[in-house]
């Protein structure tokens, strides 16, 4: 057993039932990606103690919190697991100071430390120019979770009642609800998915600072590939309730194993005949090379869709992976264009939507596409 | 047309009233006796109720035991009782020769019957029921969700109760508080039963009201109005958060 | 105790009301008392005789506390007949223009003295009232056995340790009878009826405290004639002697 | 704890019971008239409550008028008024001589007293406000954003009431009826006053307890156990779902 | 007062107001994006009808719906306006194929029309082979729901109450319920923010086709630009509870007029000196060209983020707009990586994150940066 999280288990819901085995060590970040119904929230729910598991256990810092074999379980208000969950859930009869403060204040109340009784509610937090009629913290812990709210732009809200937050600002109390609870181990399921641009960019600029900070394991869920590869050092890709690959984010992206984990990493898995660095695509004229050169026979070779660059003319000094093609389809997806890419290879490539005004792109539209060998990768199997 | 049914009554009532000597009736010393062991009775049973009740309510609606159906009817039980019976059941549990009662007076001298504690447990025998059930549908009807979550956050059980479960059925157990203060202070069979009648220890405002309707008829209707109108300010009064506001 | 009360036993067969006709005032058959709930007991005792002797009534008591009566008079309600042993409702009654006619006495109860078999708290005189720690009950003041009770303390000049004035002398019995009051101050009749459960302690001149049982035409009736009968039927020497037999006394 | 408080009543009551001869008992004419016009009561003045009741409360709930307040009140003193007291006005208002009661008589010869409508009023009177004051208090704790979204999608207010609003509250709307259910079976003093105590007509089993207890105590207890066994019978049969179960 | 909706109006709540006027013709789609907070949902509350207005109005297909002038308010359930709301709203007693007849149900309810009485549950619609308890439409309605279901991937979870359903797919059948109800409006608020890109795909694929036979207006909200910019005909910003810009996408990713429109839409604006199509920048040597030489004075000259190409080493035949500059920051954003330029022009460039990999980025690298002149526009007005 790790220091950080370690999990092995199985949790089973009435027509459901979730396998998965990770570790995360602490400080570090797994990030668990996965289609919706994959069972992403269901392994939340067991990690954070709402749901015991049926098989195998889950540990952290070196102790159990639950395991099936010996009937131990340790209850969610003693795991320390501070859970953003996917719906906000914040106490609609409790203002957002309160619900942000509420992690503290259950924990000093059993610990009786440095907080007050009720009747001293009239003290606020320094700094704080909102009254805050039902604040119970005082001093310093007060002071920490005031800035915590300011950091991440709470401040203004601090008096409101959930019932007047947007949608957004709900789940940003949420977030820092969960960062405020001094967890061991921090979950973060789909923390992101109702913020805007500005405040996603600086919550997850926010939320970088506080994780370098912390030295627990964190567990962060996204639907949304870019936000799980940027903030975790390890993906778990969840699919139907089991995990089809872990690695880096960068093994992920350059060597999905699995048809979603390559949709999800926007990489496209290709079936060839590999024989010293060479690809034939069967069927097909086109070769490609590949700078691994260890792999032979029938493998899966992957490529980046961003990896690809498309060319109205045979570019000049063109490397060797080169070749004519026509445009099948245009997708805008977020903020880059995805372009399908017909015969002799069906590869998709993701584009700046600017790059297909440049190029004049439409579908039937003839282009040359390349790529580079460094970027032409081996995946470890064949399981399309 | 249903609050007619209420109001009709009370006006009938209300006129038949005789408000010449209203004052003097109020200022007997019946009258005067009775609201304060009514008072003291009611709003003791209420706080006896609350601290036992919700706690019961809670088991019902959130363990699961073999029985735990039989129990919850058993609940009701008090509520079909007719009082006189409740009182007689009462009697033969905890009263001087009762299976509880006499082994305990005989032990301490403790007599629960003529005494305002007797008062009080008759109170609370015929109204918990009210605050059980009332709580109990409540909890089953609420979101558990953010329980879940205050309970990832570290409270513990009870303070999960205080600061979570209990604000979100608020109005319910006001409503459940409200049933329970004004069964208590309508309380008649069960306490003269149990706890009899005497003046000054034990005869709540109902009690005056029966008695008084043997003799002096216009006198009987005057503390009724009293009654009626201690519960109305009282419930008029109540906060609005306290009876039903989120 | 007793057997299991056979309310409606006898009730007029069919043929009995065939006869109904013949007995002058009794068109409709039925005929309504409303009669105070502590006379349940004499009610179950004379009821086959109603039945015997007057043929074709079909008699409905309603059974209530005598105040609850009186509202109901006053309010209309559809009665022929009130029994009660208050006499003071039924003077509320009379002054209010509800009856027809002056209430008949027909019996006369006294106060006695009972205390649980076996005389648990030793009781033997009027003194032994007044030690403390004594469980004594008496009726409240508004019902005519706690009327009695007071006057009978005045004029002996004893204060009792009294802890409660029950509303209703049947609840009074039950408890001395049940062991929750060493003492009660009840009726002759209670005394005697329930022999077996409760010991009468004989006082000074108790039996002198007596109240009436009064019956009397309500005015609103429909059916005057069999009220009337019905009445008289209680002065009758059988149903008398029945009486008598429950140790009331005539008047 | 609580529940001892329950439970050792009713066991004493159940060892002080006649076993031998209960069968005799429950098959007289008197215990069987009194439990099916208990029933029958109680039944009918459920539904009359529910069908009243449920718009009141919501009324109550959700609309703002002046005086709102005050009819809250209104609406639980029958819970305070003593029941002899409410038995008196409701006769006050619909006797024979009453207010609505008396231009009712005399234009069409109707009378509700001393007849089954006259218990089932009675029974209503009293029981009416343990559905409304429930109802009250989870309508007033309902999240009410899934109602707006029906309406968005085009249902009726009556149409959101019977499949959004009341499945939501079902646990609590069926605590109430319970509450108001038992409340009427027990009812002893409004009726008697009211509807007064005839045999076969309008003697409910707490009349029938109440006449038996004077001359015949064993039979008292047994036709309590009656009224007991019947409610912890339908209590326990009744599916969890109608009384607290999503 | 167009056929399709027209609103103007402004509506109060307690600390906040919103003041919007838009026009959405029959069959078009409006964007409406904003930050959170900003007043989309209240704007879906006035339109829906669960917040009146209290100045102006809205009209929908020639009527009044609200009109604080003449009091007029047609009730929401009056309005056929159908509203997938942010949060999924689902009635949590009824099944998922319950839920998503509910609207076809409690209408056909008032108009007497095709369905049957609550006995006959046991009728399926032809094709379903899940048990469908509590069904009460019949023939083609229920074939047409049942469909509409399929289309969107519901169709298995028909039997399911919403408290089973994971986030992603308890947002689906909001979705589809708003869908299905045969609105004459359709209001759409962020509709895919808990889905995985494989759904999100194919929901957006089903959701053009849908909108592509829909004859009435939709309003689509989304904090993701790509989701409104590529459904979307036309885009309004909101702001702090004001309309601040409206037009085409392609409008507002030109020109944006706002500081938050131009994050919004991935776009740089720079307050330069224009004269004859040439821009100077204060305080720095650098010049731009642009191809607008009809702008002249101090003007806010806007980029696309997108448009910026980045070299390592100066671009041969460069074109004219070509600056060495430097590599400031560097932050993944989604599926793209953004990049910050510092002197003498600080810009964001968003390039794929391969180009980072490939140009060997981090802080501090020297870069050539350059644009076309086509690419550098001129914005109406200068409101930063
Ligand atoms: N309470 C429940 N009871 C039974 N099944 C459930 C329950 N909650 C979720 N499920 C089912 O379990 C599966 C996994 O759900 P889960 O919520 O873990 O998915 P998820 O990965 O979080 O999806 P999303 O991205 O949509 O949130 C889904 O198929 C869902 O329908
Ligand atoms: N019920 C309410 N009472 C008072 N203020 C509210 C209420 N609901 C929302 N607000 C406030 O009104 C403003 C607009 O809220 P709204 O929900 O319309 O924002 P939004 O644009 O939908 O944001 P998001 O993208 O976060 O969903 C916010 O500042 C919010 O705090
Ligand atoms: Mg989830
Ligand atoms: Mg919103």
Redesign the pocket.
Known sequence: MTAGLSADFMVV????S?TAGFEVAPGSVLGLV????????????AIAGLLPVSKGSIGLEGALLDDAATATFVDARHRHVGVAF?EPRLFPHMSVWENVAFGIDARSRRSQSPWRPRRSQQVQPSGSTVDLRSMRLRGQAADHIWSLMEAFGLSELAARRPTSLSGGQAQLVSLVRALASEPRLLIL??PFSAMDVDVRFNVRNQLSDWLSSFSGPTVL?S?DAGDAFVLADQIAV?EA?AITQSGTPDDIRRRPTTRFAASLAGTNRVTVDANAGVLSIPGSPLTLLTWDHTAAGQVVATIPAEAIALYTSQPAGSPRNTWSTTVESIQQMGSVVRVGLGVPLALAVDVTPSSVTELGLVPGSAVWASVKATEVNIADGVNM | MAVSLFVLPLIALASNAPWSSLGQIYTSPVALDALRISAIASITATLICVVLGVPLAFVLARTDFPGRRIVRALVVLPMVLPPVVGGTALLLAFGRRGMVGGPLYDATGLLLPYSMWGVVLANVFVAMPFLVVTVYGALRALDRRPEAAAATLGASEAYILRRITLPAIAPSVGAGVVLCWARALGEFGATVTFAGNLEGRTQTLPLAVFVTLGSDRDGAVAISLMLVAVSVTVLIALRERWWGQL | SEPARQGSDPTPSASDRGDAATVPGLRSGRLDVFAAASLTDVFTTIEPMVARRLPGVDLDVNFAGSSTLREQIIAGAPADVIVSANRQIVDDLVDGGAIDGAPTVFAVNSLTLVVPSGNPGEISSLDDLERSGLLVGVCAAAVPCGVLAQEYFAARGVTPSIVTEEPDVRTLLAKVISGELDAGFVYRTDALAKSEAVEVVELPEIAEMTTEYVAARVAQSTHPDAGQGFIELLKDPQVQAILLDQGFVLP
């Open positions: 819901r009435s027509l459901f979730v996965g289609s919706n119904g994959s069972g992403k929230s269901t392994i939340v729910e996917q399921d789909e869920i639907h969840l309730g």
